[in-house]
């Protein structure tokens, strides 16, 4: 899926060696290089406001309530698994 097209989203970039996170109107936001991975990295990077913003979502429709164990996965863990990454990044 291109991200070009996902709202909130930032853009990486491949600049000579380096790859670079920019917003929308072309502000620098970073630079990953000589990582190993540097284009996954790049790519989380330009898709965590996006990511942010759906976890926020997620976190609303949850409310104050967890989801229901479905046999493999605890629904109270993914739960605060949200939360956390919400309040981390805020």
């Known amino acids: 899926m291109a991200s070009n097209n996902i709202p909130n989203t930032w853009l990486a970039k491949r600049k000579d060696t380096s790859w670079v996170i920019q917003t929308k109107d072309g502000k620098t936001v970073a630079m ?10 790049a790519k989380l990077i330009a898709a965590s406001p996006y990511m942010l913003e759906s976890l926020k979502a997620a976190s609303a429709l949850i409310g104050d309530d967890d989801l229901p164990d479905n046999g493999e996965l605890s629904g109270a863990a993914v739960c605060d698994m949200i939360r956390s990454a919400v309040e981390i990044a805020e």
């Not at 990953?32 to 990295?41: H, L």
Request: glycine residues 10%.
């Open 32 to 41: 990953i290089k000589n990582t190993g991975n540097d284009e996954a990295y």
